[in-house]
Structure formats: structure tokens, C-alpha cells
């Protein structure tokens, strides 16, 4: 068992001692985040997982490690094989004969929360591990747009409209391109509803120079029916942009490159396609309009070379003579 979190996470070993991370199923694809739920009290998905990295890769912006989608045998592949006696003492058969268990965590985990199968066939979403924090340390960073995790209370940027000029001046989002990263970050994660992301990680070997690794996508693809306007609020106070992902943006509105048909077409490589319903595809090209219509807002008000970051460079070997070689 993973330790820290909500609910429950397994660790993986395989036989060539490789390890993933296993987020085991725990509603269908069907199942909306009921409308007074909120965020922080949301099960994780495992199909949201499984997504949110293909979501990431037709972006471009390819910060999610794999994620795949696996059918896993309950009983042979983790209770019989298990090492964890606290683990393997919370399996026990349902009244309707299925194999359930339910771990140890912070919240969900009990029996009113059990993970069952059927009979002991389990979906999961399977994370490849990053490398070992020996070989490759991690900083944690607070999300300057981290709500406030409170039922009453709102965070700073909630109530103050020009709380990005603050940002701007802040380590280390007064210099580089940790701005800008935050600003790929929120587009991925309103697309995907992810209200959730309270911090972000990034490698310390490259210091600021570096970018941010987006995990923990399990609470994304919840609502299909609401688009969380509140995800994009870094992007509308900030109006900053990298111009390779705005010009992403723009190519997956066009219908021959329709975000939802490569989703669609994307998630057909995954075990356990279909990993998402069609609403929540169709649900992220009305979502790409909203961004774009952030953008153009901005791009208006503030001017396109303030609003849109130079981040192409030209290819100079386009700019030689016919007849270099």
C-alpha cells in the first residue's frame, strides 16, 4: 500500500523489478461527481488517470508518466502474493460472492468503501513509477492557485482580481518559465474538470530551469455536464501564454484535428477502452472553446506580444542557400 492520500493506492512490483502505481476502480464510466459533493471530498477515477495521459501527450506537453489500463486478478495478483499482512486482513467475499477489500488510508478506506470484484476481476489504472528519489530528487511545490480546501472559506486569488501581479513578482514565477508552466498546467487540468491540484512537483536537478511533472489526475473527468470556470482563473488573471501550446490549441478546434475524435482515437490503444463516455470527449471541445475565447479576450485587451510567449525556434537550415548541403 502507497502511503499518504485519501484513498487507497497500491505499489506494484513486477518481476523484473519494476513497480507501478495501481489506482484500483472504484465507480463506473457512467458515474457523475454528484452536484453537491465537493472537490476535496470526490473519489478518485481510475479511467481519469488513464486519460489524463493521453490528454497530455495529443497537448504536446508530455509531463504525465504512462498510465495504462489493466484487468487485475484480486486474489492472485495481490491477495495471494501480497506481503502487507494489513493489506491482505481487509480482503473478505461479499454477500453477492465477489472478492472485496478496502486497504488502509486517510478516508476511504473501510468497509462502507470496499473494492470489489467480479467475481475477483478488478479494473485499475497502472502509473510507471518515476526513476528512485536517490537518482532523481523531487521538490514540491504549493500551487500559488491552490483552493482553500475549506467548506466557507476562499483562498486569496478567489476575492483579489489582480492577484497574479503578486505571483509575477514571487520566486520562482518572476523569472524563467515556471509561469508559463503553470499556465499549461491549468488549461490540461480545466479540459479535464480537475479542481484538485493543490501542488505540482518538480526535478530539483535542474533547478528553475526545469518543468512540471503533472500527477495525480484521478480527480479529473468527474462532470461531463459543468464546466468549472473556476480551473481557469491563473489563465484569465495572468493572460500569459506559450505560443506553442496556443497554436496547439488553435489546430485541435479545427474539425480535421477535433480534440475529442483524438481522444477518442488515442484511448482505443488502452486495455480498457472505452476508458471514457462520449459526453466527456464532446464536453472537452465545448471546454477548448472556452480557453480559446480566455485567450482572444486577453490577447484584445492586453495586445498579442504580451499576451502570447515566443517559445519556436526557426529552423535555420530553412534559411540556407538551394544549393547548401
Not at 110 to 130: M, Y
Not at 166 to 175: A, I, L
Not at 201 to 228: A, M, W
Not at 261 to 267: D, I, V
Amino acid at each position: 500500500m502507497k502511503s499518504g492520500g485519501t484513498q487507497l493506492k497500491l505499489i506494484m512490483t513486477f518481476q523484473n523489478y519494476g513497480q507501478a502505481l495501481f489506482k484500483p476502480m472504484k465507480q463506473t464510466r457512467e458515474q457523475e461527481t454528484p452536484p453537491d459533493f465537493f472537490y476535496f471530498s470526490d473519489f478518485e477515477r481510475h479511467n481519469a488517470e488513464i486519460a489524463a495521459f493521453h490528454l497530455d501527450k495529443i497537448l504536446d506537453f508530455r509531463r504525465v508518466p504512462p498510465v495504462a489500463g489493466r484487468l487485475v486478478n484480486m486474489t492472485r495478483e495481490i491477495r495471494d502474493v501480497t506481503r502487507d499482512k494489513k493489506l491482505w486482513r481487509t480482503f473478505f467475499i461479499s454477500p453477492a460472492n465477489n472478492v472485496c477489500f478496502y486497504g488502509e488510508c486517510s478516508y476511504y478506506c473501510s468497509t462502507e468503501h470496499a473494492l470489489c470484484g467480479k467475481p475477483d476481476q478488478i479494473e485499475g489504472s497502472l502509473a510507471a513509477f518515476l526513476p528512485d528519489l536517490n537518482l532523481a530528487k523531487r521538490k514540491t511545490w504549493r500551487n500559488p492557485w491552490r483552493r482553500s480546501y475549506h467548506k466557507r472559506k476562499k483562498a486569496e486569488w478567489e476575492v483579489d482580481p489582480d492577484y497574479c501581479d503578486e505571483v509575477k513578482q514571487t520566486p520562482p514565477y518572476d523569472r524563467g518559465t515556471r509561469l508559463l508552466d503553470v499556465m499549461d498546467m491549468t488549461v490540461f487540468d480545466f479540459l479535464m474538470g480537475n479542481m484538485d491540484r493543490h501542488h505540482y512537483e518538480t526535478f530539483e536537478k535542474f533547478g528553475n530551469d526545469t518543468f512540471i511533472i503533472h500527477l495525480d489526475n484521478g480527480r479529473g473527468f468527474g462532470k461531463h455536464s459543468h464546466d468549472e470556470l473556476s480551473i481557469l482563473v491563473p489563465l484569465s488573471q495572468c493572460c500569459r501564454v506559450r505560443k506553442s501550446t496556443y497554436q496547439r490549441l488553435q489546430l485541435l478546434a479545427k474539425e480535421d484535428y477535433r480534440l475529442s475524435a483524438l481522444m477518442e482515437e488515442s484511448l482505443l490503444q488502452d486495455r480498457l477502452s472505452p476508458v471514457l463516455i462520449q459526453p466527456h470527449l464532446q464536453a472537452m471541445d465545448r471546454r477548448l472553446q472556452v480557453v480559446l475565447q480566455v485567450l482572444t479576450g486577453c490577447i484584445e485587451k492586453e495586445g498579442y506580444a504580451n499576451v502570447v510567449e515566443e517559445d519556436l525556434v526557426r529552423d535555420t537550415a530553412t534559411h540556407r542557400s538551394p544549393g547548401h548541403r
